[in-house]
């Protein structure tokens, strides 16, 4: 899965990069033209993988994994979609999640694109570039089949006819501001406009950036700025950078005590995370043994057949059956063998659907 952080200068996409990925990129960096993008990976922190640890003693723990990329703004990007264009809007355009920081935090020493601190302007003003982006496309993508369907025969000129009309009405969306993601789209429809990768239909987390001196109104900030979003399908995961890179320099038990000290207990980074996954409709399963526990991310929906060919091809060709406890289940049993005494352990068939917090043991035969 990858993440890709967007937003005006200086709102804090870089401070952030650095605590998702402990990594040590340089902030505030921006020097007028477009440069390279950070990119790094980080494990996803999941409860759940910690308490099926202590159950089975593994010899290897696979956390699932999040690359992240982290662009620098240009100096002049005010949110025009002028600048998003190249290897930038590639970058943006193979990413499964765009997340836009913004900045909320404020410090005189740190200069503002727009002058002032104004985060649901600024939200606005990076969604819009986003639509303006995607009405570029479908405006060439439109001038394109006009031409092409000057010199179609006419068994073809009524597929394009039909990806016309299809534009036509998304465009008219967008123009009133609707993301493709909100519209009413076909699933036949999708498929048409698929290749185009529209960054509006992509799915979306806003990372408002708050000054530690907010820390504690960190909840009451997040439900009004909920409030006054116009958009309320908006997804927003408020923390604060500064904090979160501070943070994840500690080791585990520093940072626990560190957060309660501060009273902010939850991560703010693994809210994110956990929004990224709600969002773009990630869920993970657990495989288990005496050789490894492991997180798998899967897209919510996909049946046991094809969630065994995420571990292998041979897997899901040869696919016999799954033996399936939710995790709340092995819990509350302590072990696998008491799920089975049980019952709740259950074998299931090729089509069942896979839930979040599946533990999964796959039965095959090639
Ligand atoms: N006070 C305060 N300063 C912050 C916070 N987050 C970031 N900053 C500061 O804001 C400046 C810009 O942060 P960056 O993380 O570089 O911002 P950016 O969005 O990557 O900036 P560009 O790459 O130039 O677009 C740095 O000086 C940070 O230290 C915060 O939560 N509080
Ligand atoms: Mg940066």
């Not at 501070?246 to 520093?254: F, I, P």
């Not at 957060?259 to 709600?278: C, F, P």
Request: proline fraction near 3%; aromatic fraction near 6%; glycine fraction near 6%.
């Amino acid at each position: 899965m990858q993440i890709a952080l967007i937003g005006l200068p200086n709102s804090g996409k870089t401070t952030i990069f650095n605590a998702l990925t402990r990594g040590t990129a340089d902030v505030a960096s921006y020097g007028g033209s477009y440069s390279k993008p950070n990119i790094g990976i980080a494990k996803v922190r999941d409860p759940r993988l910690t308490k099926l640890v202590d159950i089975y003693i593994p010899e290897r723990v696979v956390q699932a994994e999040v690359a992240y990329i982290d662009f620098p703004a240009q100096a002049d990007n005010k949110g025009d979609s002028n600048n998003i264009s190249g290897e930038y809007l590639n970058h943006l355009q193979g990413a499964d999640i765009l997340t836009i920081v913004s900045r909320t935090f404020e410090d005189p020493a740190v200069p503002h694109i727009n002058e002032t601190v104004d985060v649901v302007r600024d939200i606005v003003t990076m969604s819009d570039e986003l639509l303006l982006v995607d009405l570029q496309i479908l405006e060439r993508r439109l001038e394109k089949l006009v031409e092409g369907h000057k010199g179609a025969k006419i068994d073809e000129r009524d597929k394009l006819d039909r990806e016309t009309s299809l534009l036509t009405r998304l465009k008219a969306d967008l123009e009133s501001s609707i993301p493709i993601r909100e519209q009413a789209i076909s699933q036949e429809e999708f498929k048409l406009i698929q290749g185009y990768k529209l960054l509006s239909a992509k799915p979306l987390v806003v990372v408002p950036n708050i000054g530690e001196d907010h820390l504690a109104d960190l909840d009451k900030l997040e439900t009004n700025l909920t409030n006054a979003m116009r958009n309320k399908s908006i997804n927003l995961a408020m923390l604060c950078g500064t904090l979160e890179m501070e943070l994840a320099q500690m080791d585990s038990c520093d940072e626990a005590e560190f957060r309660q000290s501060l009273g902010v207990i939850v991560s703010g980074l693994d809210r994110m995370v956990e929004l990224a996954y709600k969002t773009s409709n990630k869920i993970t399963f657990f495989t288990v043994g005496a050789d490894e526990v492991k997180a798998w991310p899967l897209d919510r929906g996909t049946t046991a057949q094809k969630a065994a060919g995420k571990i292998h091809t041979d897997i899901e060709r040869g696919f016999i059956r799954a033996e399936i406890v939710s995790y709340d289940d092995l819990i509350m049993c302590g072990t696998e063998t008491e799920a089975r005494r049980q019952g709740i352990l259950r074998s299931q068939g090729k089509s069942y659907v896979i839930s979040d917090g599946d533990v999964v043991n796959f039965l095959f035969n090639v």
